[in-house]
């Protein structure tokens, strides 16, 4: 009554005093009614009805986490993909994707600041949304109806904890009921997924939440992360990170970014289609995005001709890519001499390594160089020992030189990524693979079930593993082109600008312009200088670790290598390191002399692990006369080829003992240039001769 006669006092707005009091009669009538009334019926009410209200407030309590009510920072944040920060990884969360309980889509770019210099080169995300998740009620409803498909006991809908949502992948958290343990439903993963009609990507996982699991279920329509939507992030990164990559978006929706320096190598496997060159483009642009061609270099390893090829001209490489099988071992060889010029250097200035180098030398900073490998299983079937030697070479001592590796792969068998390489790269990501041994090889654990197209996992410095979509620089392959063209007139641009301000330029000081004039192929001669970035590239204090020459053929050292070689019937680095005591680059440069005089073959023998000892340098010019002129007997044949390949002797050689034979009458030479040798003798000459051999 009384708070009655105070709103009419107030309605009729009398003397101020009156007014004033009606107010405060007012204000206490309301509050008495709350705490007689209100509260306890409220209160009567939610506990009533507190099963159907948790989700809700499960749900309200996310979004006060996410910030998205702008109630402060999160502080404890849930998450199954939640991982000790290994490896640099960083996982900010600036634009998370919660479960939106009403299909609403959600930002995933967020708002975009006005971005510049390279950095606003990316193309925009033409559909910024992430794709919509399932409301609280009906994952409850998708759950309980999966759970007894698959034949075990649920009696209820399942109290939801969360949803957590990502690019791909959707992460339901709910409260398991009192008889139902997460393991009964690991054993029926398969059934699940089935019912759930998710066969792959589908995963039972542990949650955080006390008695509870979770599911993981693909979005019926995927988004697409693209490099635009994480350019805040990457423009932040870069201010600590020294080398910073995007690696995509995580299982909340967090972008993933890495510092390549920590790593410090990269392995990256992934079967044909599941998004390893989009990664690995991803990478790149990132890198030279953030860091300009005095910063940082590329050396692009491309044997396929198809990946890397794209980046020809870009400013940060030291060659165009090399793509001849046959000059990649030179090619990683130099980077080798690089790395150890730097430790000679930093050993007379006192630097522990590249960064306190150029922390203390800013008038003369060395790059970081970064070498990509877009498929390294072809390189073991040439050459495995060169390369698994290099690359333990690199992966223990690159580090402090700046040296880092990526390297690529589709075939993960335990005959490529063998135990070399994968106790030297603890750093390994892991896109759809074919088997599960290949999951085994390269993460040792059994199949995470990835989709392709991105969907990948990271593990990092040998910890905990981190699923994630990988960032693309467009879904459309000719504006990624575009986009790259773009990236290196920007940098062109930036260093005629560069050269314009300098006096000093002087193309023959660049360090890399000789480190790498024997990997140039012909196709890089005819580059134009436009497109070389070595030779407007200068460096003075690179010019003077390059003044070093590579170590000289000594003839008494040679003479032991040839008899070592002779005697194991072939010849490789290690050998000889371990025979005569000599360093891993003096050792490589016998071999290829070897290689070069013909004494042993191009290629390493993969069973033994050896250069083959050529039969034509091991035998007298006598005793290999004989034998073709045996073989010619034999096969009345007169095909150079097939002597070559029977007897494992070189074209050349063949060709000379021939010539031999046309002098002693045994055969007629060509008659045109097409023509072949023929036989002179009859047969009865020939049957002789083989009598006579016989006996
Ligand atoms: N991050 C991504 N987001 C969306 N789609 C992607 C992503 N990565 C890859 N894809 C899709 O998968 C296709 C194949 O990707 P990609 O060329 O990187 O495969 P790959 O593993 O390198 O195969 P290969 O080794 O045969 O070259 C792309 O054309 C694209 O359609």
Redesign the pocket.
């Known amino acids: 009554m009384a708070a009655l006669g105070s709103v009419v006092v107030l309605f009729l707005q009398p003397a101020p005093e009156l007014s004033h009091l009606a107010k405060m009669v007012l204000r206490y009538a309301v509050t008495l009614w709350l705490c007689i009334v209100g509260v306890p019926h409220i209160t009567t009410f939610a506990w009533k009805h507190r099963k159907r209200m948790r989700p809700w407030f499960n749900q309200l309590l996310q979004m006060i986490r996410n910030r998205e009510l702008k109630l402060g920072p999160s502080s404890s944040d849930i998450s199954l993909s939640k991982l000790p920060n290994a490896g640099g990884v960083e996982s900010m969360s600036s634009t998370p994707e919660r479960g939106e309980p009403n299909h609403r889509p959600v930002m995933l770019a967020g708002v975009q600041s006005v971005q510049s210099g390279p950095y606003a080169l990316f193309p925009p995300n033409p559909r910024p949304y992430s794709s919509s998740t399932l409301s609280a009620e009906q994952a409850s409803e998708l759950i309980f109806n999966t759970v007894q498909l698959a034949g075990l006991k649920m009696d209820e809908p399942p109290e939801i904890l969360s949803i957590d949502a990502g690019p791909t992948l959707q992460t339901i958290s709910f409260r398991l009921p009192a008889r139902l343990q997460l393991s009964d439903l690991v054993k029926k993963r398969d059934d699940l997924a089935n019912h759930i009609g998710q066969d792959q990507g589908f995963a039972v996982a542990s949650s955080a939440f006390p008695s509870s699991a979770a599911f993981v279920i693909p979005h019926q329509e995927r988004a ?2 693209y490099m635009s939507d994480l350019v805040n992030e990457l423009r932040e990164f870069s201010k600590t990170a020294q080398l910073p990559m995007v690696f ?1 978006k995580d299982m909340e929706g967090k972008p993933v970014l890495v510092d390549l320096a920590k790593l410090p190598h990269l392995l990256v496997a ?10 690995i483009n991803g990478l790149l642009t990132s890198l030279a995005t953030t860091r300009s061609p005095q910063q940082v270099k590329f050396l692009l390893i491309d044997p396929k001709m ?2 890397l090829m794209m980046y020809t001209g870009l400013p940060h490489l030291i060659s165009p890519p090399v793509t001849d099988p046959m000059r990649v071992s030179l090619a990683l060889k130099k980077i080798v001499v690089e790395m150890e010029k730097r430790y000679t250097r930093f050993a007379q200035v006192g630097a522990r390594n590249l960064l306190q180098y150029n922390r203390n030398h800013p008038q003369e900073q060395i790059p970081y160089i970064v070498t990509v490998i877009d498929e390294y299983a072809d390189l073991m079937v040439l050459a495995k020992t060169d390369v698994e030697d290099t690359v333990q070479r690199l992966t223990q001592m690159g580090r402090a030189a700046g040296i880092h590796l990526i390297m690529g792969t ?1 075939r993960p068998s335990v005959d490529v990524v063998t135990g070399v390489i994968k106790s030297n790269l603890p750093s390994r990501v892991a ?1 759809q693979l074919r088997s599960v041994y290949d999951y085994k090889t390269v993460l040792d654990t059994g199949n995470p079930h990835l989709l ?3 969907d990948g996992i990271c593990m990092l410095n040998g910890g905990g593993q981190k699923r994630f ?4 620089i467009s ?1 459309d392959d000719d504006e990624t082109t575009q986009y790259i063209e773009k990236l290196k007139s920007y940098w062109r641009n930036d260093m005629r600008m560069d050269k314009a301000d300098s006096e000093q330029v002087n193309e023959s000081s660049s360090v890399f312009a000789t480190i790498f004039e024997e990997v140039e192929t012909e196709q890089m001669a005819t580059e134009s200088v436009e497109q070389n970035p070595l030779s407007e590239f200068p460096t003075g204090e690179w010019a003077d670790l390059e003044e070093e020459e590579e170590p000289l053929i000594n003839e008494s050292v040679y003479e032991q290598v040839i008899r070592l070689a002779r005697d194991h019937n072939g010849v490789s680095g290690r050998l000889l390191q371990q025979a005569l005591n000599i360093d891993y680059i003096t050792a490589a440069t016998y071999v290829d002399q070897l290689s070069k005089e013909g004494k042993v073959a191009p290629e390493y023998d993969p069973e033994t692990g050896l250069k083959p000892w050529l039969v034509d340098s091991r035998e007298s010019d006598e005793k290999l006369l004989l034998r073709v002129q045996r073989m010619i007997c034999e096969t009345r044949s007169t095909r150079s080829t097939d002597i070559q390949q029977a007897l494992g002797m070189r074209k050349e050689k063949v060709l000379q003992l021939m010539g031999q034979l046309v002098k002693l009458d045994f055969l007629l030479p060509p008659t045109s240039t097409k023509g072949g040798y023929t036989l002179a003798w009859d047969e009865d000459r020939i049957q002789s001769f083989l009598d006579n051999e016989e006996e």
């Not at 992934?270 to 990664?279: L, M």
């Not at 979509?469 to 693309?472: E, I, P």
Request: aromatic share 16%; net charge neutral.
């Open positions: 697409f992360v995509g992934g079967f044909t289609g599941s998004g390893k060159s989009v990664y198809v990946e589709q896109f392709g197209g991105g979509q990988s960032a693309a879904a």
